[in-house]
Nanobody, 115 residues
Framework: QVQLVESGGGLVQAGGSLRLSCAASGVIFSIGAMGWYRQTPEKWREFVTGITSGGSTMYANSVKGRFTISRDNAKNTMYLQMNSLKPEDTAVYYC?????????WGQGTQVTVSS
């Protein structure tokens, strides 16, 4: 049974930082590609950042230079370090794992950035 559990969300002031974690179980963590997506009531789920099994990363233009994705295969955990947060980063953040054409999602964690 695949489980992805996000944690680390919360309320922060603009300019602040948060670190999200995504703990995975029931998957061969090291061979999957992973990513973070976010969703608001006004906007459908959008790509934020991703990391391949080999460690290559990609970022949405809106977060480049502010967010950093990483993974620890020994701990079956992915991270998202978010710095210089802006009110427009407010969203529910979802963890995604993909392998062999299948995608799995976490339940989401709320990030709220106050101005």
């Amino acid at each position: 049974q695949v489980q992805l559990v996000e944690s680390g969300g919360g309320l922060v002031q603009a300019g602040g930082s948060l670190r999200l974690s995504c703990a995975a179980s029931g998957v061969i963590f090291s061979i999957g590609a992973m990513g973070w997506y976010r969703q608001t009531p006004e906007k459908w789920r959008e790509f934020v950042t991703g990391i391949t099994s080999g460690g290559s990363t990609m970022y949405a233009n809106s977060v480049k230079g502010r967010f950093t994705i990483s993974r620890d295969n020994a701990k079956n955990t992915m991270y998202l370090q978010m710095n210089s947060l802006k009110p427009e980063d407010t969203a529910v953040y979802y963890c995604q794992y993909g392998n062999s054409g299948r995608d799995y999602w976490g339940q989401g964690t709320q990030v709220t950035v106050s101005s």
